[in-house]
């Protein structure tokens, strides 16, 4: 369908990843399901195959690459019939990149670096019980107290939320809209 777009290297990526699931996921997943959970341990070692940094900068610890990459390394996961588990190892992908795009050197050392290293585990609030995931209508605030903010609100169905050492939080700094 796409194949043209992948190349000899990605090629080689989806050999890398589909032992990885076979081998790491593929036995455990039955009992996991069941479980309702997965080891922290599987971030430590998807961050030693160098999965986690998959389109984040090197200075990071990151891997460099295309969008055919995480492409790949999504089909390879979802092999293992769980769409929980790969979300959960996923959730930094939608909970660092403001991190990466707005933090200041500080915070990306401090927060990015430990999350593709598998060390740390990072999750996304947006979701709130009166909005949805629509951000337009967020009503949890941030207000300015001297050298930090105090946030007020509510979040729910958070991604890693129970399992996350941080969580990048979507806030409010203005009036609506």
Partial sequence: MYEEYFT????IFRTSVRKFVEKEIAPHIDRWEDEESF???LYRKCAAEGFLGIGYPEAYGGAACDRFM????TEEMTRCGSVGLVAGI???SIAM???LHLGTEEQKRRFLIPVLKGEKISALGITEPDAGSDVANIRTRA????DH???????????SGCRANFVTTAVRTGEAG
Wanted: charged content about 30%; cysteine-free.
């Fill in 8 to 11: 000899e290297e990605h090629q």
């Fill in 39 to 41: 080891p922290v341990e």
């Fill in 70 to 73: 995480s492409i790949v390394f």
């Fill in 90 to 92: 996923g959730s930094h």
């Fill in 97 to 99: 990149p403001p991190v």
């Fill in 143 to 146: 207000r300015r107290d001297k």
């Fill in 149 to 159: 903010y105090v946030v007020d609100g509510a979040k729910t169905f958070i991604t």
